[in-house]
């Protein structure tokens, strides 16, 4: 990635283009956040309905009180602790940022990426004071990017090759979507964790000193936390360690064509594989490579062994949970047919 790769993209992104650009955690796609119109290109880009906000990106040192009509002393604490890095801060928003962002709530989701092209980026964007207004540079719904083959992936069938600018900066090395942290309604519900992530809860807490609640029926809307997201086009399963090894070999003895990922080391009968490590840095890291990969195995299912419970694990099971969302009752119906 060249220095004059980057001061195009930025150039591009002043006259109100598109541009795909790597973060830590996903494959961003990029539009000036303060031109309606360049953010209304995303959502038709993404066929992504028009009431869902998205995040702000903005470079080290971004001034908050120019997103945020409020900016609570919480809001500073984490961005000294956590900026540039995989943490969304909602806040309310200032007056200036337009519907589109905000999806016509009252609040704006702001993040600092710490990927060195985003923040190269993000500097040379007018001068380090703007701020570039990117969901995950995938189809709605889909599973996010995380290189920029993946982004081509997505969006070159429908626009045809350079369509969209893509700056490659290599995998992204977190691999799940930042934490979303709602300090919009502070005095009333407290700190909210909307989405969880590479960043935790306890992590959070031990720098406002307040553990972030799970999200209540009034908490902003978040596209993200739909029931279902994140999902590949087969369908997705998730099968306990224990019943793995047998249930692979009952649905190949049936003729199914079944993929699995895995973290365990076992023997398996399946049409593809992909073994993730037993880690949740590393897991995050591989597991949607490894979704895309076993999408294209051309299977009926995909059947993923449920990762560990612990907290660790929360962002890559809230994950799972939702790319499998739809698919319930699948593994039955596979067994029970004739
Ligand atoms: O890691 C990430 O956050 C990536 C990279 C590109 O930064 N972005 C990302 O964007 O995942 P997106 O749009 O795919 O997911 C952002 C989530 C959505 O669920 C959106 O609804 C929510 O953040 N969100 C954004 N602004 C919000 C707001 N003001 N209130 C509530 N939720 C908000
Ligand atoms: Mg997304």
């Given at each position: 990635m060249t220095e004059q790769a980057i001061l195009d993209a930025a150039a591009r992104l002043e006259a109100g283009a598109l541009v795909a650009f790597p973060t830590e955690t996903v494959y961003g796609l990029g539009a000036?956040?303060?031109n309606p119109a360049a953010v209304a290109a995303i959502y038709a880009a993404k066929g992504r309905p028009q009431d869902h906000p998205v995040i702000v990106h903005v470079a080290p040192g971004a001034d908050l009180d120019y997103w945020a009509a409020e900016v609570p002393d919480e809001a500073r604490k984490l961005a000294r602790a956590f900026?540039?890095?995989?943490l969304t801060m909602i806040v309310k928003r200032h007056?200036?940022?337009?519907?589109a962002v905000s999806g016509g709530q009252d609040t704006v989701g702001i993040r600092c990426p710490s990927h060195p092209v985003a923040m190269a980026l993000l500097a040379a964007f007018k001068g380090g004071k703007g701020g570039v207004a990117a969901p995950?540079?995938?189809?709605?719904g889909n599973v996010s990017p995380t290189t920029a083959q993946h982004v081509r992936d997505e969006f070159n069938e429908e626009?045809?090759?350079?369509?969209i600018t893509v700056l490659d900066g290599?995998?992204?090395?977190?691999?799940i979507e930042s934490t979303i942290v709602d300090l919009s309604r502070l005095a009333t519900h407290?700190?909210?964790?909307l989405r969880p992530g590479h960043i935790g809860a306890a992590e959070i807490a031990a720098v406002i000193g307040a553990m972030p609640a799970a999200p209540d029926a009034a908490a902003p809307r978040a596209s993200?936390?739909?029931?279902?997201?994140?999902?590949?086009?087969a369908p997705v399963a998730l099968a306990d360690t224990a019943r793995l090894p047998g249930l692979l070999t009952t649905l190949a003895g049936r003729g199914r064509r079944v993929a699995v990922i895995r973290y365990s080391p076992m023997l398996v009968q399946a049409s593809a594989q992909e073994l993730l490590p037993n880690e949740p840095a590393g897991y995050a890291f591989g597991l949607y490579a490894a979704l895309r990969t076993m999408d294209r195995a051309d299977v009926e299912l995909i059947l993923v062994e449920t990762p560990p419970q612990h907290d660790a694990w929360l962002g890559i099971n809230d994950r799972l949970r939702r790319a499998a969302f739809?698919?319930?009752?699948i593994i039955d119906r596979f067994l029970t047919a004739e």
């Open positions: 000036d956040a303060e900026w540039p890095g995989p007056a200036h940022i337009p519907d995950s540079a995938n189809k709605f626009f045809g090759a350079g369509a290599g995998a992204s090395q977190v691999g407290g700190p909210v964790l993200g936390t739909l029931e279902s997201h994140y999902a590949p086009k739809g698919s319930a009752g």
